[in-house]
């Protein structure tokens, strides 16, 4: 899914650059951004922890309403996001099983890296409002549709009886149980072309009853060039 992630990212940057040459009209209808983020995950499962930083992107494409004679305006468009959580001494078993839970790695056992990422492709809405000195106040939805999946294991191999005495990389995609839509409230606040970024999710990552009822809390800077 990075391919998809990268196309959409250049495909945004040509946008860019040929709305640079366009009329300053058009370019107001027009939003070019991406965020970048942490994602603390809320109530993961009693036992399980994840690092610190879970980083994630987001780009996306914005058409923008100006209303006549205001400093409102409505705006909508396309993204896509990266989600990722990054799992302390766990991993996910089986991402195939008809309910997904993590485990605890086996005693003896090291991972450099154990993580789950969901893809999303986003219909984010926005209110906007800016100020005689261009600061810019930002509050809005976003719904998404889950694309793709995959979880990926760096370290030790091993199996039900513990280490097998060789490193490993494992991926496997297309992680069941996961909830097909998300939606959630996002704001920001900034200057100019630079704001601190915020989104909550108003539903879980995974199905009810069939994995981990967390959620995300996203964190972090948007850059906004165009």
């Not at 005693?107 to 926005?126: A, F, H, Q, W």
């Not at 995609?173 to 996002?186: D, M, Y």
Request: aromatic residues 14%; without cysteine.
């Amino acid at each position: 899914m990075k391919k998809i992630i990268i196309i959409f990212t250049l495909f945004l940057a040509g946008f860019g650059a040929m709305a640079q040459t366009d009329t300053e009209s058009t370019l107001k209808k027009f939003s070019v951004g991406y965020d970048i983020y942490t994602t603390i995950w809320m109530d993961m499962p009693t036992g399980i922890k994840t690092r610190t930083i879970n980083q994630g992107a987001n780009v996306f494409l914005m058409y923008n309403h100006v209303a006549a004679n205001s400093k409102f305006s409505f705006a909508g468009g396309l993204g896509v996001s990266s989600e990722n959580l990054y799992l302390k001494d766990a991993y996910i078993p089986n991402i195939k099983a008809d309910s997904i839970y993590f485990s605890a790695l086996p005693d003896g056992v090291n991972l450099k890296r154990s993580k789950l990422n969901v893809t999303y492709l986003d219909i984010p809405l926005e209110v906007r409002y800016v100020t005689n000195n261009k600061m810019r106040f930002t509050l809005g939805l976003k719904f998404g549709f889950t694309v793709d999946s995959k979880t990926k294991m760096v370290g030790d191999a091993f199996d039900a009886d513990g280490t097998l005495g060789y490193g490993t990389k494992e991926k496997h995609k297309s992680v069941t149980q996961l909830e097909s839509t998300r939606f959630g409230v996002q704001a920001r606040v900034g200057y100019k072309w630079v704001h601190v970024y915020g989104y909550y999710s108003l539903n879980k990552v995974f199905k009810a009853d069939k994995g981990p009822e967390m959620y995300p809390l996203s964190i972090g800077v948007t850059f906004m060039p165009f």
